[in-house]
């Protein structure tokens, strides 16, 4: 198996244009995550999937950032407008339902916002 | 509001010594908890974790201590291997399958050789 596919795996943009950020789970898998990584604040759950379905996004931080997950094998991450406190790494990891433990994560895309 | 937190941002042993990596938390409804590991420019993986029942779970060199009354819980690597700098992440879920994983901070561990 591939793992989870991330893509891109950098991004640079400038301040006020849309991101999209892209994440192909591990076939078979449930659930899906997406993370964002600071150094301030860790890693932090932005958005969680259950059976393509959001389950919560509490911690989607603003109205920019939205998500989807239009089947069980793609979701994306969409921040419009984008700003440069949105730097950060992003991460997607799945699971299988059941299994909200062991999260298997994607390598990351490393967002700067200019 | 952090609800599992990791209180050393780093931390470095010298090589074949014990590294002791500790975290607390918060939410007493967590009951499943869980040690990532984190290379540069990679994803976490998972090393070890730790269900509520017990109190130590062993995987070879790494070992997982769980205090409830305390709310807190350490990994220990012995020895330490320089392969095993990285940065590593505490983390906590409830019971079910709907919970989601709560993660730390992260301490990132330097093994000097």
């Known amino acids: 198996d591939a793992g989870v596919i991330q893509s891109p795996r950098h991004e640079v943009t400038e301040m006020g244009q849309e991101v999209t950020l892209r994440c192909k789970p591990i076939s078979g898998h449930n659930s899906l995550f997406w993370y964002r990584q600071t150094m301030m604040r860790g890693l932090e759950l932005l958005i969680y999937f259950n059976n393509n379905v959001p389950i919560d996004d509490s911690g989607m931080p603003e109205d920019r950032f939205s998500a989807k997950m239009p089947n069980a094998s793609f979701s994306t991450l969409k921040i419009q407008p984008s700003e440069p406190r949105d730097s950060a790494v992003y991460f997607c990891a799945s699971t299988r339902t059941g299994h909200n433990t062991e999260a298997f994560f994607g390598q990351g895309t490393r967002l700067t916002v200019v | ?113």
């Not at chain 2, 984190?38 to 993986?45: D, F, I, L, Q, V």
């Open chain 2, 1 to 113: 509001d952090q609800q599992v937190k990791q209180n050393s941002p780093s931390l470095s042993v010298q090589e074949g010594r014990i590294s002791i990596l500790n975290c607390d938390y918060t939410n007493s409804m967590f009951d499943y908890f869980l040690w990532y590991k984190k290379y540069p420019a990679e994803g976490p993986t998972f090393l070890i974790s730790i269900s509520s029942i017990k109190d130590k779970n062993e995987d070879g060199r790494f070992t997982v201590f769980l205090n409830k009354s305390a709310k807190h819980l350490s990994l220990h690597i012995v020895p330490s291997q320089p392969g095993d700098s990285a940065v590593y992440f505490c983390a906590a879920s409830g019971r079910t399958s709907y919970d989601k994983v709560i993660f730390g901070p992260g301490t990132s561990l330097s093994v000097i050789p």
